[in-house]
């Protein structure tokens, strides 16, 4: 079973496009997050949940909402995309939201704006 | 600029040998994690140091803590092609209620 699952696996889209990406955990977590990694590799937070509460919020264009319909799920939309929005999206999830717990993260959601 | 920084940023081994990547950081930490990352995949996590642990042993892997020069290091003993991936420390910090992920070191083991 996969523990944590996101979806699409890939995104090609233009520019000033509207789209989601979603991502779902079995594991139980209380905790979810969203992170962007660049073609650099750098991996960086951009929010996280817990218990269906935003607790995190990093400087991120408000182009990008989250929204948690459950502790189970925590969906990622994008208005007008840029060519900068292009990188890769992985959704994680830890059992609590404090930094001694481990991350499980998905597969990653590849965004491609052209 | 980040909170931890890896060194090197690639390293190229042959199988068998013995790999080790190191990360500084900042801040004061509670803990620091380090996670792998296969090539198309998602991170997966490795080894937790707590702040008052100084070693730590999962299977061929070795992590130390040096709180006072800010470093952590992971040592990958008798390496295999399937070590070959990106390694990330990350770090908890006290002030904050996140991880920070480090730049990452890219480890090619050749067969």
């Known amino acids: 079973d996969t523990a944590v699952s996101q979806t699409p696996k890939y995104l090609v889209t233009q520019m000033g496009n509207d789209k989601s990406i979603k991502c779902e955990q079995n594991?139980?977590?209380?905790?979810m997050y969203w992170y962007k990694q660049d073609s650099k590799k750098f991996l960086k937070i951009m929010f996280s949940?817990?218990?269906?509460?935003?607790?995190i919020n990093e400087t991120v264009p408000n182009r990008f909402s989250p929204k948690s319909p459950d502790k189970a799920h925590l969906n990622l939309h994008i208005n007008s995309l840029e060519l900068g929005d292009s990188a890769v999206y992985f959704c994680?999830?830890?059992?609590?939201?404090?930094?001694?717990?481990?991350?499980?993260f998905g597969p990653g959601t590849r965004l491609t704006v052209t | 600029s980040q909170q931890g920084e890896e060194d090197p940023q690639a390293l190229s081994i042959q199988e068998g040998e013995n790999a080790t990547m190191n990360c500084s950081y900042k801040?004061?930490?509670?803990?620091l994690q380090w996670y792998r990352q296969n090539s198309g995949r998602g991170l997966v996590h490795l080894i937790l140091?707590?702040?008052?642990?100084r070693e730590k042993h999962s299977g061929r892997l070795r992590v130390t803590l040096d709180t006072s020069k800010k470093s952590s290091s992971l040592l990958i003993t008798a390496s295999r092609a399937a070590d070959t991936a990106s390694y990330f420390c990350?770090?908890?910090?006290?002030?904050?209620?996140?991880?920070?992920f480090g730049e990452g070191t890219q480890l090619t083991v050749n067969p």
């Open positions: 994680a999830s830890s059992q609590r939201g404090r930094g001694d717990y481990e991350q499980y």
């Open positions: 594991l139980g977590h209380d905790t």
């Open positions: 949940y817990n218990n269906k509460e935003l607790i």
């Open positions: 801040t004061s930490i509670n803990n």
């Open positions: 140091i707590r702040s008052n642990e």
């Open positions: 990350a770090t908890d910090e006290t002030s904050g209620s996140r991880l920070t």
